[in-house]
């Protein structure tokens, strides 16, 4: 019986013990591990697509960063491959340059309603980062009444604020600040 108690005991402690003398290589204390997101392949030993395009049309994917492949969504001429409306200081105003644009991406959202988008608000870094999150998120929802106006269905949006802390240029000054507020279109799956 002594011997069944000093089993029991044991295990568990070696056990411990080589779990915690496992060297990380490369990697020495106080490294932090990080996932490498720029993958090529994707599954099981490489194999398969980093794009999801092996698992069908019910992943989500998101349509228009490799360049124009014949869909209307990614010619350059078209300016539905124009997805990013920017706002003046401190404003949810969409400009009147990007009326066009808003038409295009109404009337295709329309057209195909089982199309969905991300509308992504973003502010520059002046602000709190509350009052920068509220203001991100009046941007994402004055381009979706806009483009609700004009045909697409309420289902066929998710409207997501990250407020400062996705910034599209790094910097402190205005042109860096024009081009961080703004809302980004993003196509999901078709």
Same mark, same amino acid.
């Not at 295990?11 to 990080?34: F, H, I, R, Y």
């Not at 991300?118 to 520059?124: C, S």
């Given at each position: ?9 044991? %295990?568990?402690?070696?056990? /411990?013990? @080589?779990?915690? #003398?496992?060297? !990380?290589?490369?990697? =020495?204390?106080?490294? %932090?591990?990080?996932?490498? /997101?720029? @993958?090529?392949? #994707?599954?099981? !030993?490489?194999?398969? =697509? ?141």
């Amino acid at each position: 019986m002594k011997k069944l108690k000093l089993f029991a005991v044991l %295990v568990p402690l070696l056990w /411990l013990a @080589a779990c915690s #003398s496992t060297p !990380n290589k490369g990697m =020495n204390e106080g490294d %932090v591990a990080v996932e490498d /997101l720029s @993958a090529q392949t #994707s599954g099981v !030993n490489g194999q398969g =697509n980093a794009d999801g395009s092996e698992y069908g049309s019910e992943t989500q994917v998101v349509v228009g960063e490799d360049g124009y492949d014949g869909n209307e969504l990614n010619d350059p001429s078209n300016p539905l491959s124009n997805r990013v409306v920017y706002f003046e200081y401190d404003s949810a105003n969409v400009r009147q340059e990007d009326q066009e644009t808003l038409r295009a991406h109404a009337a295709y959202l329309a057209k195909h309603p089982n199309v969905t988008v991300r509308l992504e608000g973003h502010t520059d870094e002046r602000g709190s980062r509350e009052y920068n999150l509220a203001l991100g998120e009046r941007r994402a929802l004055s381009i979706r009444q806009i483009l609700m106006l004009q045909g697409a269905d309420m289902s066929q949006f998710q409207v997501t604020s990250f407020g400062e802390e996705r910034p599209a240029v790094d910097g402190s000054d205005d042109y860096a600040w024009s081009q961080n507020r703004r809302v980004e279109i993003v196509y999901l799956g078709r």
